[in-house]
């Protein structure tokens, strides 16, 4: 946590100029306006302020952090409602540019960044609303508003969260045989590892470490990536209980080679080389930076490598970071699946792409362990469903490996429907939900 924003929000500092954070909430209207040192300390964001050098800019540890404290939300909350009413009381901001425009482009970004992206919805839309025609009166601001608030933020964090939700729904049957479990339609507690109901396995925690790596490294660097893989399997790194859990055979050789020999590419052993654990934690590689789909791919295929020597699992990875890309650019689900196929795949890939899984009985479907049994399953349980939730379970019921077709689910699901349709039930009970979403909003 960054100690001088850290010293604001909780020791009451006079920092915001020469204001302290409970002082902010009782400034008149004129002090509103004619103070320019505050905004920046009451919305935190991740970008330089050029108007107040002096504020520290928001790092994804400090932005955890502060989305984890309630004392913070809570006036989060409240200093977004003081400033919708000093825009509704003063209509001078109503113009072609005015420096509240500015205050409103830092709001929206940090109630996204800290709260979510349905508040930071609201906020915009009531703004909006004030001003009639945005559109045709501050129609550069209006642009920049909505760059900071858009889609491809609702479908980053559905599909990053969504992950996590599938993975926590799967857990507590994973390794069991279809039908021979109740059937899945809440969190719950138990299973092989005896998880807390709404925990999660490795699946989400690898997934938060390419993500911190990601976002903290701004490129894929393979030795920091498989530093972290080593710190959550060894001590409990970004996991949902402190204890990892769930390593697969591939992952766990690889991990030992990295750290006998500094390793940094997976090298062939056996047979049993195209597991699921690369295609699991894909999200953040689709959703990188806006990537385009061609280096989204090759991201993809990176990651993957760099734990499982596999052909088909490269290949697995780079078809779902392409269908991801394609859902954030805006294209429906049918309309991104048949865009992919139109690129070179191997047989065994191709072969479960081409087939049409509406209708098709889960008996037919197998999902195992084998990377592209856990595609299909995933492709069977959304081109079946018409929601995220419904998804999401038919996916978990599945039995087997039950978590992992969960996560590479809620990972398509999430870019197809947006965070903002996952039922706030999924959200409330996951396991460090506040974490994966912030982390989700630093990824672009």
């Given at each position: ?28 209207d004129q002090e509103f306006e004619s103070s320019h040192g505050f905004i920046q300390w009451a919305f ?275 078809f779902l970071a392409e269908l991801m890309c394609r859902l954030r650019q805006g294209q429906d689900y ?28 889960p008996d037919l479907i197998k999902a195992s362990g084998y990377v592209l049994d856990t595609l299909q ?68």
């Amino acid at each position: 946590m960054h100690e001088r924003l850290q010293k604001f929000h909780e020791a009451k500092a006079v920092l915001a100029n020469g204001y302290s954070r409970d002082d902010l909430l009782l400034l008149s209207d004129q002090e509103f306006e004619s103070s320019h040192g505050f905004i920046q300390w009451a919305f935190p964001t991740n970008e330089q302020s050029y108007n107040n050098f002096s504020v520290p800019i928001l790092d994804v540890d400090s932005a955890i952090y502060l989305s984890e404290n309630q004392k913070f939300i809570t006036f989060l909350e409240d200093m977004t409602a003081r400033f919708l009413q000093f825009l509704k009381r003063n209509r001078h901001w109503i113009r072609s540019y005015d420096h509240n425009h500015l205050r409103i482009s830092r709001a929206v970004k940090s109630i996204r960044l800290l709260h979510s992206y349905e508040l930071a919805h609201w906020f915009l839309e009531t703004v909006t609303g004030f001003a009639g025609d945005p559109l045709d009166i501050m129609p550069n601001s209006h642009a920049i508003w909505t760059q900071k608030l858009s889609r491809i933020h609702d479908v980053t964090a559905g599909s990053f969260v969504g992950l996590a939700i599938g993975d926590a729904l799967g857990a507590p049957v994973e390794f069991c045989r279809r039908g021979t479990f109740q059937e899945v339609s809440e969190y719950r507690s138990g299973g092989y590892f005896n998880l807390p109901s709404g925990c999660w396995t490795d699946d989400t925690a690898m997934s938060l470490c390419l993500a911190k790596s990601l976002i903290i490294n701004r490129e894929l660097n393979t030795e920091d990536l498989l530093g972290r893989f080593s710190n959550w399997l060894e001590h409990g790194e970004n996991t949902s209980t402190g204890i990892s859990v769930g390593v697969g055979q591939n992952t766990l050789r690889t991990l030992g080679a990295f750290r006998r020999n500094g390793t940094l590419k997976a090298e062939k052993v056996g047979l049993r080389n195209d597991g699921n654990g690369s295609l699991m934690r894909l999200s953040s590689a689709a959703f990188f930076r806006n990537n385009s789909i061609e280096n989204a791919r090759a991201l993809a295929s990176l990651q993957s490598r760099t734990t499982h020597a596999s052909d088909i699992a490269d290949e697995c990875c780079q078809f779902l970071a392409e269908l991801m890309c394609r859902l954030r650019q805006g294209q429906d689900y049918d309309t991104a699946k048949q865009c992919c196929m139109n690129n070179e795949w191997s047989y065994p890939l191709h072969s479960i792409l081409e087939t049409n899984y509406v209708n098709t009985q889960p008996d037919l479907i197998k999902a195992s362990g084998y990377v592209l049994d856990t595609l299909q399953s995933a492709i069977w349980a959304v081109e079946n469903s018409s929601s995220f939730e419904m998804a999401v379970l038919k996916a978990v019921n599945l039995g087997d490996d039950a978590d992992t077709v969960g996560a590479v689910t809620g990972q398509i699901a999430g870019a197809i429907y947006g965070y903002s349709s996952i039922p706030e039930k999924l959200k409330i009970g996951l396991k460090k939900e506040r974490e994966l979403y912030v982390t989700s909003q630093f990824l672009n």
